[in-house]
């Protein structure tokens, strides 16, 4: 089945720096890539997600992007803030929900 | 509209006891999933439902039973906690079983001892 490995496990920023986490999967069929977001003892929440047809999204200060020959693909948070400190999971599809596999997650301390 | 919700937040079991996780959710979605989370290791899948009256293994479904009691309840049973079933237990749902956004509830904390 889907493999998905995400890298750093921790990440610590200067407020206004940027952040980049990276994951890779192994499943070439793969093609749904969401980012959720989990803040301490919250529940985890999707804040953008790709699909294999585009190689590039933007939401505001987040943006993804996506190699589908490499198999990897990238959440960038630009002009962090305190308040984007949170556990940040890829996940990665192939066709359903059900097959959905997540990384083990980034720890992302923005400091003041 | 609250949404997911999942009962209980918290509680802690002896090996061996059984209990039931309670999930309900009152977006009309049609498929729910029961996750556990685990330090390092991000979210695996239990036990999904993708319609009423369906439920299917996920990746990790041993020593756990659901029921999919209506559209809107999904519960998860644990018959005779173990040690290894220490995590904590996300409820969610979904509009439909195709790859699309997952509405988490806010968790269950399960200690087992």
């Known amino acids: 089945g889907e493999n998905v490995e995400q890298h750093p496990s921790t990440l610590s920023v200067q407020e206004g720096d940027s952040a980049v986490i990276k994951c890779t999967y192994s499943?070439?069929?793969?093609?749904?890539f969401p980012w959720y977001k989990q803040e301490l003892g919250k529940r985890p929440q999707l804040i953008i997600d790709?699909?294999?047809?585009?190689g590039e999204k933007k939401d505001q200060r987040i943006a993804v992007t996506l190699n589908k020959t490499a198999k990897h693909f990238s959440l960038h948070i630009t002009e962090t803030q305190p308040e984007d400190s949170a556990v940040y999971f890829c996940?990665?599809?192939?066709?359903?929900?059900?097959?959905?596999?997540f990384g083990a997650g980034t720890r992302l301390t923005v400091k003041p | 509209n609250a949404g997911v919700t999942q009962t209980p937040k918290f509680q802690v079991l002896k090996t061996g006891q059984s209990m039931t996780l309670q999930c309900a959710q009152d977006?009309?979605?049609?498929?729910m999933y029961w996750y556990r989370q685990d330090p390092g290791m991000g979210l695996r899948l239990i036990y999904y439902?993708?319609?009423?009256?369906?439920?299917d293994k996920g990746e990790v479904p041993n020593g756990y039973n659901v029921s999919r009691l209506n559209k809107r309840e999904f519960s998860l049973r644990l018959e005779s906690a173990a040690p290894s079933q220490t995590s904590v237990y996300f409820c969610a749902s979904s509009v439909d079983p195709n790859t699309g956004e997952l509405f988490f509830g806010e968790g269950s904390r399960l200690t087992v001892l």
């Open positions: 977006m009309n979605h049609n498929s």
């Open positions: 439902s993708a319609s009423e009256g369906t439920t």
């Open positions: 499943d070439s069929a793969s093609n749904y």
């Open positions: 790709i699909r294999s047809n585009v």
């Open positions: 996940a990665a599809s192939i066709q359903n929900n059900n097959d959905m596999r």
